[in-house]
Structures are given as structure tokens and as C-alpha cells.
């Protein structure tokens, strides 16, 4: 089984290029535009374990105005810096399908794979940044390793 | 609650004995069946007015049974598109059809809403399917099927009903100039829930259209992405008076 220890490098390395690849999509940027702005807006990623992934995976994105202010993964046990004023859930193996795109953002929250909690409203307003998020997932170099170096079950 | 209600003398046609009642409505123990589609923004644009700008998430189409409401039980369809009104999203209401007389004229009169009559169906949720179809002027214009799973979505849909504004544009033909309307309002409503008795998220397994010349709705769903899953709801729901917006 794979602790959060072992992973902490590699999610923090992947977390540094998802923040860059939110900061180099002008698709983001312009869907993004006045997010953060009037409220805080911290978003978190729960990547729930599963097969051999023992502990929970947090990433905590503080987002402004479309930019991409950084990304802390977050131990087991430990809050985010800020209330979270979204959260999205899903299991790893859910994440992985959605950073390969097997799996559509719409489609996952439809079935229940994918949770989104929060702010309602402001998930409306933004929903097309939302998709951008997801989009972006994809193009950090890292993901591919994160998601496939572990066997993440079925 | 069938058919029980006040029918205030002016208010309705025939003014003696009106046919609605005024809102709000309520509609204890609705189910319905809710697909997603993605409707191309440049098609949407299109269909929408001109005030409105179309908005990427999902578009919805509905299958509702009412077994009882305040003006009787009935069938609907809503199918509305994604968008937003001078920068607020919301859902327009692209059409709607109903199989009562009664929920025909109140949509149409108070609200303006863009009601037809149809023939409709929705099957009994049976081994976690379910399946609903339009028929009109003889034409089966739209068939939708689910496989529904056991987990609820993973979005709070009785949140999502109470803040998403259905936006209308209620229009009433002058009767004495055909050129223009005597009345045309921007209006928006918002939805009650005043409970949830079961929901579940699922696939959409058949999402069909077919074209006919009597109703707008191959045109634009054939050209969309529809296997963006359906939701099954049982509710009790409350449809409140209106807001005029321009």
C-alpha cells in the first residue's frame, strides 16, 4: 500500500504544473475572469483513495481572477489555508479518468462519481472555468505518472 | 388537492368561473427524469432571444410526471437552454408541453410560458430504468431512456432548482394590430423544493429525435451532445408567481 509520504513529492511536483498550466490557458484565464475577486477563491481537490493509494490526496488551488496563485497538497488531517469556498470529490481512479478524458466532468457529476460542493451559484457563473480546471488537468506533465504509477483498481 | 381551488370571479377566462388559479402552484410528489445535453453555442444562439447570451454547462430536457398538483394531474416537458440575462445565468425556456388543458393556459397566460399539447409518456422506474416519450400531431418527436445507478449526483439538485432563474420571454398578440405584440416581458422565476424523496444519477441510454414540421426540437438536439447522463428526481416542488425583468 502507498502512504501519503511516498506520494507528497510527486503530488507536489504535479501540483506546480497544474498551477502553471491553469496560468498558460488563455481559455482558463478569460472563463476564470472575476473568479476570487469579491470572495476568496480557494477551491479544493479531494482525490479520495483507492487500490493501492492508502491516505486521502488534498490539493488546495488559490485561484484570482483567472491566475493561478499556487496549489498546496495537503497531508492527511491538515485544513486548508483557507475555507474552500468550492469542493470537487472523487475517488483517484475517478480523477485519473477524468485527466484522460475518458470520463466527462458533466457526465461523472451526473452519476455521483464526481461531488461538487459549495457554492452553487458561483458554480453556475463559472461553470465553464469548471470545465477548464478539467481541461487543465490533462496538461500537466505529471499527471500521466501520478494517476498510472499506482495500481488505482476498478 | 385535484381540482380544489378558489376561482376567483375576474381573474381567469371565463371570468365567472376561471380555468387556473392564481399562483403559486404546488406539485407534491412530481418525479421526473432529467436528461443533459450540450447544444452548440452557435446553435443555441439561434433559438434564443436576443437579449440572451448562451452559456456552456448543459442544456435539460425534462419528462415530469404530476400525479396531483393544484390544477390536477399532468404530464410535462421542459427543454431549456443554458445562458445568462445581461450577465446572470439561467435556464430559458425554449418549449414546454403539457397534456391539460388547464396547465396549457395557466403556463401560457401567466407566465407566458411556450406551451404545447402533447402526447406524452414516462414509465414506472422499474429495475432502475425508466423511459419517457413526446407524440405530436402523430409524430413521436422525442424518446429518451436512463439506466439509473444507486448513488444520487454528485451536484445538490434541489440547491441547483432554487437558484437557477427560468428565464422567459412571455409574448401576447395584439388584438387589434398583427404587427407587433401588445405585451412582450423578460420574466424570470425561481423554483421551489420543499422536499426530496429520492434522486439518482445515470447514463442516458437512448436520447432520440425526429424531425416534424409542427415542433422545433431535432433541429438542435441531433446537432448536440447527449450523453452527458440523466438524473431521476421524485419532489415536491412549488411554481410561484413571477419577476418581470424588462
Known amino acids: 500500500m502507498v502512504k501519503f509520504d511516498e506520494l507528497k513529492e510527486l503530488g507536489e511536483k504535479w501540483a506546480a504544473e497544474f498551477c502553471e498550466a491553469l496560468n498558460n490557458s488563455p481559455e482558463y484565464k478569460s472563463a476564470a475572469a472575476g473568479w476570487g475577486v469579491d470572495f476568496d477563491g480557494g477551491m479544493l481537490f479531494v482525490m479520495e483513495k483507492s487500490g493501492e493509494i492508502e491516505d486521502n490526496i488534498l490539493a488546495f488551488l488559490d485561484l484570482k481572477d483567472g491566475d493561478c496563485l499556487g496549489i498546496t497538497i495537503l497531508p492527511p488531517g491538515e485544513d486548508p489555508p483557507k475555507e474552500p469556498i468550492m469542493t470537487l470529490r472523487a475517488s483517484m481512479l475517478i480523477w485519473k479518468r477524468l485527466a484522460s478524458k475518458e470520463l466527462d466532468p458533466i457526465q461523472s457529476l451526473m452519476q455521483g462519481l464526481l461531488n461538487l460542493e459549495g457554492d452553487m451559484s458561483l458554480a453556475l457563473r463559472y461553470a465553464k472555468a469548471a470545465m477548464e480546471l478539467a481541461n487543465a488537468v490533462e496538461q500537466a506533465p505529471s ?3 501520478l494517476f498510472n504509477k499506482y495500481d488505482l483498481g476498478e | 388537492m385535484t381540482y380544489e381551488y378558489d376561482r376567483p370571479v375576474d381573474y381567469s377566462m371565463p371570468r365567472q368561473c376561471g380555468l387556473y388559479p392564481p399562483p403559486p402552484y404546488k406539485y407534491p410528489h412530481m418525479r421526473a427524469i432529467i436528461s443533459m445535453f450540450q447544444c452548440p453555442a452557435e446553435l443555441k444562439k439561434k433559438y434564443l432571444p436576443e437579449d440572451f447570451e448562451p452559456m456552456d454547462l448543459f442544456d435539460v430536457a425534462f419528462i415530469t410526471e404530476y400525479p396531483d398538483s393544484t390544477i390536477g ?19 430559458y425556456v425554449f418549449n414546454i408541453y403539457v397534456d391539460s388543458d388547464i396547465a396549457l393556459a395557466a403556463g401560457r397566460e401567466i407566465w407566458g410560458y411556450p406551451k404545447k399539447f402533447c402526447d406524452m409518456k414516462l414509465s414506472e422506474l422499474k429495475d432502475n430504468k425508466i423511459q419517457g416519450s413526446l407524440t405530436r ?3 413521436t418527436f422525442l424518446e429518451i431512456e436512463a439506466e439509473l445507478g444507486d448513488r444520487p449526483p454528485g451536484i445538490d439538485i434541489q440547491r441547483l432548482i432554487e437558484i437557477l432563474p427560468i428565464y422567459n420571454v412571455k409574448i401576447i398578440p395584439d388584438v387589434a394590430d398583427p404587427t407587433k405584440p401588445a405585451l412582450r416581458q423578460v420574466t424570470k422565476t425561481i423554483l421551489g423544493i420543499d422536499a426530496v424523496h429520492k434522486q439518482l444519477g445515470g447514463t442516458t441510454t437512448k436520447f432520440e429525435t425526429k424531425y416534424s414540421r409542427f415542433d422545433i426540437c431535432d433541429e438542435f438536439i441531433k446537432e ?3 450523453d452527458l447522463g440523466s438524473i431521476y428526481v421524485e419532489a415536491d416542488m412549488v411554481l410561484p408567481p413571477g419577476i418581470v425583468l424588462d
Open chain 2, 224 to 226: 448536440s451532445k447527449k
Open chain 1, 143 to 145: 499527471s500521466d505518472e
Open chain 2, 137 to 139: 400531431m402523430g409524430i
Open chain 2, 73 to 91: 394531474p399532468y404530464y410535462e416537458n421542459l427543454i431549456l437552454l443554458y445562458c445568462s440575462y445581461k450577465g446572470d445565468p439561467g435556464a
